[in-house]
């Protein structure tokens, strides 16, 4: 079926470097990613969407890459500092047909001080 | 300005015992997710519902029911609690595009033994 997944469950990256998370979607009709942040213990909060028609969107320290050939997507959080220490997830909620909201796995960032 | 409101905050349940966890929303959102996370993963829709009257299955429902008699409340029910449900849960909301981003409750973290 499918689905939207995480390369990687562990990224570790020293404060000031630049952060990149990856997410993988497999439905090719997919129009809108959303990208959650989950600190501990806590429920996951937006951070940033794109749609299709976009290569790349820029926010506050973040940007998501789009790459629509190999259904592909970026996080790049700019100088990465100890408050980014989260899980990243990506959301396709275009799956079944805009009403669930599915998850990829997540990927855990840690920020070495 | 409350959002997505979850109680309890935790919860311990023996084996066989049941219990309602109760979500309710103050955005007026059509769109009302359950969500499970076991340690160290990621979310797993349990049921969703696109407006009052109308639910449907998610990827993990088996175990839980659920009821959506208004917009604001979306109470999940666990009749015979297993050790497999221990899990922390959540619920969210949407509004009624898809294009727009889902506001998660805190979670409530059940235990059952």
């Known amino acids: 079926g499918e689905s939207v997944g995480l390369h990687l469950p562990t990224l570790s990256v020293q404060e000031g470097d630049n952060s990149i998370i990856n997410c993988a979607y497999s439905n090719s009709a997919s129009d809108y990613f959303i990208w959650y942040k989950q600190e501990s213990g806590k429920g996951p909060q937006f951070i940033i969407d794109?749609?299709?028609?976009?290569d790349k969107r820029q926010g506050q320290r973040v940007t998501v890459l789009l790459n629509k050939t190999v259904k592909h997507l970026s996080l790049q959080i700019a100088a990465t500092q100890p408050g980014d220490s989260a899980v990243y997830f990506c959301a396709d909620p275009s799956d079944t047909g805009r009403r669930a909201l599915t998850f990829g796995s997540g990927t855990r960032l840690q920020v070495q001080p | 300005n409350a959002g997505v409101t979850q109680t309890p905050k935790f919860r311990i349940l023996k084996i066989g015992q049941s219990m309602t966890l109760q979500c309710a929303q103050d955005?007026?959102?059509?769109?009302m997710y359950w969500y499970r996370q076991d340690p160290g993963m990621g979310l797993k829709l349990i049921y969703y519902?696109?407006?009052?009257?109308?639910?449907d299955k998610g990827e993990v429902p088996n175990g839980y029911n659920v009821s959506r008699s208004t917009t604001e409340d979306f109470p999940l029910r666990l009749e015979l609690a297993a050790p497999s449900q221990t899990s922390v849960y959540f619920c969210?909301?949407?509004?009624?595009?898809?294009?727009?981003?889902?506001?998660f409750g805190q979670g409530t973290r059940l235990t059952v033994v």
């Open positions: 969210a909301s949407r509004g009624p595009s898809g294009t727009t981003e889902a506001f």
């Open positions: 794109i749609r299709s028609n976009m």
């Open positions: 519902s696109v407006g009052a009257g109308i639910t």
């Open positions: 955005m007026n959102h059509n769109y």
